[in-house]
């Protein structure tokens, strides 16, 4: 079955105290893993795609990385406006049109 | 990159009474739009995935009869919430696929029934 797990579930960081979300994923054939962030009232904002493993995608403090399991999406000296929830979300080859969503990481970042 | 515009932002209605929100895909055509519900610090719940001239394939537990989907045509999908009542009330988001990359969400519609 088609699965994503995202940890933790809630972090609380110091202004510029780096760290990483994880995402894990179990899916028949990766069609592409894709990074989300989304505001308190906002829809999500989408932020990367990944297409295979070795891959990695950087804007600005985030950088997003992929294995055959699992994606990172490390955040490097954040500020407070780096908070929001972040979704990872995976499209299987087994369905053209089958988006599977995590139940996000919600990140506060602290002045 | 791409823009979904849904439409209204927030609304509120009354028992009893039907609502619509709009989703647009501004600069795309999308063969695929999708509606989710979302709940307070809970992340998306997937209703229906709607595909352009096809009617919308509901995910188990969702009442198409009371969430109308129509896909009319590749850049707008409507939802419709027939008769809402006040456990209706919640945050709709729609998303819309190019093709075969990642999708793109709207803003979202806040929707309170009194």
């Known amino acids: 079955e088609d699965q994503v797990t995202q940890s933790p579930e809630a972090l609380r960081l110091q202004e510029g105290e780096s760290s990483s979300l994880n995402c894990s994923y179990t899916v028949s054939g990766l069609r592409g893993l894709f990074w989300y962030r989304q505001d308190p009232g906002k829809g999500p904002e989408f932020l990367f795609t990944?297409?295979?493993a070795g891959e990695e995608k950087e804007k600005e403090r985030l950088k997003a990385t992929l294995t055959k399991k699992e994606s990172f999406l490390h955040i490097t000296a954040p500020k407070p406006e780096d908070s929001a929830t972040y979704l990872c979300a995976v499209r299987p080859y087994s369905s053209a049109s089958k988006i599977i969503f995590g139940s996000g990481t919600r990140l506060s970042i602290r002045p | 990159g791409a823009v979904v515009s849904q439409h209204p932002s927030w609304v509120i209605c009354k028992s009893g009474t039907s609502v619509k929100i709009e989703c647009r895909s501004l600069?795309?055509?999308?063969?695929?739009m999708f509606w989710y519900r979302q709940f307070p610090k809970q992340s998306l719940m997937l209703m229906a995935t709607?595909?352009?001239?096809?009617?919308?394939?509901?995910e188990q537990g969702v009442e198409k009869d009371k969430f109308l989907i129509n896909h009319a045509s590749l850049t707008l999908s409507t939802l419709t919430v027939t008769s809402a009542h006040p456990e209706d009330s919640s945050f709709y988001i729609c998303?819309?696929?190019?093709?075969?990359?990642?999708?793109?969400f709207g803003q979202g519609t806040r929707l309170t029934v009194v």
């Open positions: 998303s819309a696929l190019p093709g075969d990359t990642e999708a793109f």
């Open positions: 990944l297409y295979s």
């Open positions: 600069d795309f055509q999308a063969t695929t």
């Open positions: 709607s595909n352009e001239g096809s009617k919308a394939t509901y």
